[in-house]
Every structure is written in C-alpha cells, then in structure tokens.
C-alpha cells in the first residue's frame, strides 16, 4: 500500500536548469495538490488540482507548471529553476470532499544553486 | 477568506509535562479544522480532526483538541509528553469552496527535553 509516491527524493540543480518532479497515488482520490515548505512559513501551495482534468493556481504558482496526467499522477514542473526555489516540495491527495484528509508523500528537497 | 494562526513557533516541555499548542482560525462559517504532525525528514500525518459531530476530538498518540466557536480556536493538548513527540506540528483549515483545499499555519516545532 504505496499511498502517495514522489520523486526524486533529492534534487541539486544549477539556476536555469528545469526538471520534473512527479507525483502518484494509489488511493483513487480525485484531489491532488503541489506544496512548498520552507522554514518559519509553514506549507504553501503553489498548484492543486481539484479532479482530473483541471489545474489552478494556489497560493505561490509562479514559476512553476503543472500537468494532470490521469487521476493517479500529478507532475511539478520547474522551467527555469532559481535559488528561490530551494525548498522541500510535498504532494499529496484527498477525496474532493468536506472534511477529507490529505495524505502526503515522503517530499523532495531541491537545492538551486 | 479562511486562515489559521499558530501562536508560538517554537515550544519546549520536559517529559511528562502537558503539552499545549495553540491555534485560532478565522472564518465566517463553521471550518474544518485539521492538525498534522511531522516528524524530522518525513511527510505530514494526520493527527486529529473537527469536522462539528463532537467539539473535544481525540486523536492518535494520545493528543487531543476542542473546538471552541467563541474563542476561534482550536488548541492541541496531550496530557503528557513523551520524547517521541517531538516533532513539528500544523494546524490547517479547509478552504476552497468545492475544492477543498487545506491551507496550513506556519507550524509550532516541539521539543521535548529529559
């Protein structure tokens, strides 16, 4: 029982550079969401997707992309990466409903240098 | 729009002691409120939720919350701490209308000292 699979686990890359972070669940959950956490601001939320099919901005999206490949996947993109990107990314899913958890995967700490 | 507010950032107890971290929220109609607890280099987990069937809600490890409307808050308690408790702790709403999205406080880091 994987729950919610992020990859990779650990990422440098230099400014300017892009990559992909990927994302999936096993759960059949209709939400998936794109968190950044950095120290003293708690987690932030740059991109979510409510059900397959549609993506929308959260609180921080600029300078990322997002793709919604099928209801399991969730994929995080970085076209030009920037020191202020160095952070640990989370995703996770829920069932697009009130009161649902979220589970989260294990996170992926990207350093831009 | 909902927010949460956890006051304190940082909150250190001795073994055995209560543990108390707060958290307040802000929202014009009743919330659901979550906290999640994540222990060093790894995801969050759920700890508890208020979701208006009962205002003291228990949850895992022995931590437990109450929901009071008149003070907008939402505080974490465990009567006795344990040196694996420490952790880093979340307080979160659900906002978003039919999205659903949870949106987190800054977090309240827990030592727990011998």
């Known amino acids: 029982n994987a729950g919610v699979t992020q990859t990779p686990k650990f990422q440098v890359l230099k400014t300017g550079q892009s990559m992909t972070l990927q994302c999936a669940q096993d759960m059949n959950h209709n939400s998936m969401y794109w968190y950044r956490q950095d120290p003293g601001m708690g987690l932030r939320l740059i991109y979510y997707?409510?059900?397959?099919?549609?993506?929308d901005k959260g609180e921080v999206p600029n300078g990322y992309n997002v793709s919604r490949l099928n209801k399991r996947e969730f994929s995080l993109r970085l076209e030009s990466a920037a020191p202020s990107q160095t952070s640990v990314y989370f995703c996770a899913s829920s069932l697009r409903e009130g009161r649902a958890e979220a589970f989260f995967g294990q996170g992926t700490r990207l350093t831009v240098v | 729009a909902q927010s949460v507010t956890q006051l304190g950032s940082h909150v250190s107890v001795s073994e055995g002691a209560l543990v108390l971290l707060r958290c307040n929220y802000s929202s014009s109609v009743p919330p659901y409120l979550f906290w999640y607890v994540q222990y060093p280099n790894q995801g969050l987990q759920l700890l508890l939720k208020?979701?208006?069937?009962?205002?003291l809600v228990k949850g895992i490890n022995g931590f437990e919350a109450e929901f009071k409307k008149s003070e907008t808050s939402f505080h974490l308690t465990k009567p006795s701490a344990h040196m694996s408790d420490a952790a880093e702790y979340f307080c979160a709403v659900q906002t978003g209308g039919s999205n659903y999205k949870l949106t987190f406080g800054k977090g309240t880091l827990l030592t727990v000292n011998p």
């Open positions: 997707s409510a059900s397959e099919g549609t993506t």
């Open positions: 208020y979701t208006s069937a009962a205002t």
